[in-house]
């Protein structure tokens, strides 16, 4: 895709990286000073709830190329952020037309309608509409209990351990952490088993049991696991009998309100407890790229927020997520695997080295002031700066939580500073109105089992 501007930072390893944030500013620009005509995306979930997205394409054939390619990449950004199974579309009928071929099972992204399908369990949809019969939008949001009232039980299932916690009226009485293997079993009752083996360690130290809230990776609609990488190896047969209504199961069994969520959106959630504020982003740089968002009125949302899988890069030669097939995604610039990408560039040897060990290393040569690793986490800091300019466009936040194994030690200082600096100078307006938090700075290693714990609403009279 042509390049119609040019970053004033340069990633001192990778130097045609090409932000996707100042390019949708640069082409907005030229519309804004062209004859232009208005469009409206809209993304629709099974729930009725609908995310409506607003803006304008260039009215001129020369830019149908470009025209389409900004639409393409503004709708696979939605897609991932917000999450649903049919595509919206008024404003322009060929851009719609290309937009069907493109998000079709044997179009170009067949990978995101199939995941998206399999999510929502509906078949995938892009629809062109009419301005005037384009729904008004419908959002929507879950409130937490943020007094924690009542006898509680959180767990949080990582994917090599799992944590779980007594909560008395906000007070977390016990906590336990149990080592276990739930990516390697292909039988769903280890997890169950596992998951109920800790909910009856927690409750042993309560006087009954009245919500059970939990965090786990994955995508969860209704508290049915859609996808998890917690279950990467039981069969896709078996997963539909057996896992997807697992936790349906577990609360049938304990009687009482229960409530799971995406890792990324109890960390937001943490984040917002710590931070006493709403309009949080969570940005967790892993072994993937995790996020979450707590809204302005302290509320989780129904959005799936999956920005590993969303264009941050619109350079032609963006890296290629390997198992989505697109090019540019935040997992290759804000995770381990952007750590490690960079470090081929640099001739940093990780030979026969484990990821977690490999990342170890990196960041053990910054602490030796190796100008190598440096430029490593200079660039990611850069990508953030750009990255955060870019997530201002689709979500209200007022802080953005940066953590994860990526930025332990000097890194996430690094990583937060450069971004700052991007940010003051590219994003002004952005700048002054938000406040990035590194884990060091703002959290007092509050539990994300305990945390998990609020979700589920109590009524007074349930008590």
């Given at each position: 895709?042509?390049?119609?501007?040019?970053?004033?930072?340069?990633?001192?390893?990778?130097?045609?990286?090409?932000?996707?944030?100042?390019?949708?500013?640069?082409?907005?620009?030229?519309?804004?000073?062209?004859?232009?005509?208005?469009?409206?995306?809209?993304?629709?979930?099974?729930?009725?709830?609908?995310?409506?997205?607003?803006?304008?394409?260039?009215?001129?054939?020369?830019?149908?190329?470009?025209?389409?390619?900004?639409?393409?990449?503004?709708?696979?950004?939605?897609?991932?952020?917000?999450?649903?199974?049919?595509?919206?579309?008024?404003?322009?009928?060929?851009?719609?037309?290309?937009?069907?071929?493109?998000?079709?099972?044997?179009?170009?992204?067949?990978?995101?309608?199939?995941?998206?399908?399999?999510?929502?369990?509906?078949?995938?949809?892009?629809?062109?509409?009419?301005?005037?019969?384009?729904?008004?939008?419908?959002?929507?949001?879950?409130?937490?209990?943020?007094?924690?009232?009542?006898?509680?039980?959180?767990?949080?299932?990582?994917?090599?351990?799992?944590?779980?916690?007594?909560?008395?009226?906000?007070?977390?009485?016990?906590?336990?952490?149990?080592?276990?293997?739930?990516?390697?079993?292909?039988?769903?009752?280890?997890?169950?088993?596992?998951?109920?083996?800790?909910?009856?360690?927690?409750?042993?130290?309560?006087?009954?049991?009245?919500?059970?809230?939990?965090?786990?990776?994955?995508?969860?609609?209704?508290?049915?696991?859609?996808?998890?990488?917690?279950?990467?190896?039981?069969?896709?047969?078996?997963?539909?009998?057996?896992?997807?209504?697992?936790?349906?199961?577990?609360?049938?069994?304990?009687?009482?309100?229960?409530?799971?969520?995406?890792?990324?959106?109890?960390?937001?959630?943490?984040?917002?407890?710590?931070?006493?504020?709403?309009?949080?982003?969570?940005?967790?740089?892993?072994?993937?790229?995790?996020?979450?968002?707590?809204?302005?009125?302290?509320?989780?949302?129904?959005?799936?927020?999956?920005?590993?899988?969303?264009?941050?890069?619109?350079?032609?030669?963006?890296?290629?997520?390997?198992?989505?097939?697109?090019?540019?995604?935040?997992?290759?610039?804000?995770?381990?695997?952007?750590?490690?990408?960079?470090?081929?560039?640099?001739?940093?040897?990780?030979?026969?080295?484990?990821?977690?060990?490999?990342?170890?290393?990196?960041?053990?040569?910054l602490e030796k002031r190796d100008e190598r690793a440096r430029k490593i986490f200079?660039?990611?800091?850069?990508?953030?700066?750009?990255?955060?300019?870019?997530?201002?466009?689709?979500?209200?936040?007022?802080?953005?939580?940066?953590?994860?194994?990526?930025?332990?030690?000097?890194?996430?200082?690094?990583?937060?500073?450069?971004?700052?600096?991007?940010?003051?100078?590219?994003?002004?307006?952005?700048?002054?109105?938000?406040?990035?938090?590194?884990?060091?700075?703002?959290?007092?290693?509050?539990?994300?089992?305990?945390?998990?714990?609020?979700?589920?609403?109590?009524?007074?009279?349930?008590?």
């Open positions: 895709m042509k390049r119609i501007c040019e970053p004033k930072f340069i990633p001192p390893v990778e130097g045609e990286f090409l932000p996707a944030s100042i390019w949708i500013r640069e082409y907005l620009k030229i519309a804004k000073n062209s004859k232009r005509v208005p469009l409206k995306i809209g993304i629709l979930r099974t729930d009725g709830s609908l995310s409506v997205y607003e803006t304008e394409i260039v009215d001129a054939s020369e830019f149908e190329e470009i025209n389409l390619f900004f639409v393409e990449r503004i709708v696979k950004f939605l897609l991932w952020q917000r999450g649903g199974y049919k595509i919206l579309l008024a404003g322009s009928k060929k851009i719609g037309e290309s937009l069907k071929k493109i998000y079709s099972p044997k179009g170009e992204r067949a990978f995101d309608i199939n995941l998206m399908s399999k999510v929502y369990e509906r078949n995938f949809e892009v629809e062109i509409l009419e301005m005037d019969d384009f729904p008004e939008p419908k959002e929507i949001s879950f409130p937490v209990d943020k007094d924690f009232k009542g006898y509680r039980i959180g767990f949080d299932l990582g994917a090599s351990d799992r944590k779980v916690s007594a909560v008395s009226n906000g007070k977390p009485v016990y906590t336990e952490e149990v080592p276990w293997e739930p990516q390697r079993r292909n039988d769903p009752s280890y997890h169950f088993h596992q998951i109920m083996a800790g909910l009856h360690s927690a409750a042993s130290h309560l006087p009954r049991v009245d919500a059970i809230g939990g965090s786990s990776a994955g995508i969860y609609i209704n508290n049915r696991v859609m996808v998890s990488s917690l279950f990467r190896s039981v069969p896709e047969e078996i997963f539909e009998r057996k896992v997807k209504d697992i936790f349906l199961e577990i609360q049938r069994i304990w009687g009482v309100p229960l409530k799971v969520m995406n890792d990324g959106e109890v960390t937001a959630l943490a984040g917002s407890f710590i931070i006493n504020s709403g309009k949080v982003l969570g940005i967790a740089m892993g072994s993937s790229q995790a996020g979450g968002y707590v809204n302005g009125n302290g509320n989780l949302t129904n959005w799936l927020n999956e920005l590993a899988f969303a264009p941050v890069d619109f350079n032609p030669n963006a890296p290629v997520d390997e198992w989505s097939g697109d090019k540019g995604c935040g997992v290759s610039y804000f995770s381990q695997q952007a750590v490690f990408r960079l470090a081929k560039f640099l001739s940093i040897d990780m030979e026969d080295e484990s990821p977690v060990e490999r990342l170890k290393k990196i960041q053990a040569l200079d660039s990611i800091g850069i990508y953030l700066g750009y990255g955060i300019g870019l997530y201002s466009n689709f979500y209200d936040f007022s802080h953005i939580l940066v953590l994860g194994r990526v930025t332990s030690g000097k890194a996430g200082s690094l990583i937060v500073e450069k971004a700052r600096e991007v940010l003051e100078t590219e994003f002004p307006e952005v700048y002054k109105k938000i406040e990035i938090h590194l884990p060091e700075e703002t959290e007092r290693r509050l539990g994300q089992s305990i945390v998990a714990a609020s979700l589920p609403i109590l009524k007074d009279n349930s008590l």
